[in-house]
């Protein structure tokens, strides 16, 4: 199980703490509309805390190390711009 090397915490405990800054305290009907928005691509805007953390950038690494191409070059050019570089750099 992967863990935050800033707090120890194990990395879904530290995403969905961070997530309910985003949908208000989680239940499954703010997670059914939030996942609605992903899927309908109505994101609302998530703020660094949550998208730009350790456990955020190990899982980030493992999607594009084993499954390359499936982030687009658009996507990635995002994910630095908003975290920084070296967030997608293994």
Same mark, same amino acid.
């Given at each position: 199980?992967?863990?935050?090397?800033?707090?120890? !915490?194990?990395?879904?405990? =530290?995403?969905?703490?961070?997530?309910?800054?985003? /949908?208000?305290?989680?239940?499954? !009907? +703010?997670? $059914?509309?939030?996942? #609605?928005?992903?899927?309908? *691509?109505?994101?609302?805007?998530?703020? &660094?805390?949550? =998208?730009?953390? %350790?456990?955020? &950038? $190990?899982?980030?690494?493992?999607? /594009?190390? +084993?499954?390359? #191409?499936?982030? *687009? @070059? %658009?996507? =990635? $050019? +995002?994910?630095? %711009?908003?975290? #920084? @570089? %070296?967030?997608?750099?293994?």
């Amino acid at each position: 199980m992967f863990r935050s090397t800033s707090n120890n !915490t194990l990395c879904p405990t =530290e995403f969905l703490t961070n997530l309910q800054t985003v /949908t208000g305290t989680l239940s499954l !009907t +703010n997670l $059914q509309t939030f996942l #609605g928005q992903v899927v309908n *691509s109505q994101v609302p805007t998530i703020p &660094k805390s949550v =998208e730009c953390t %350790d456990c955020t &950038k $190990q899982w980030y690494n493992i999607i /594009t190390t +084993n499954f390359p #191409g499936v982030v *687009s @070059s %658009d996507a =990635e $050019q +995002n994910v630095s %711009d908003t975290c #920084g @570089s %070296d967030f997608v750099s293994a």
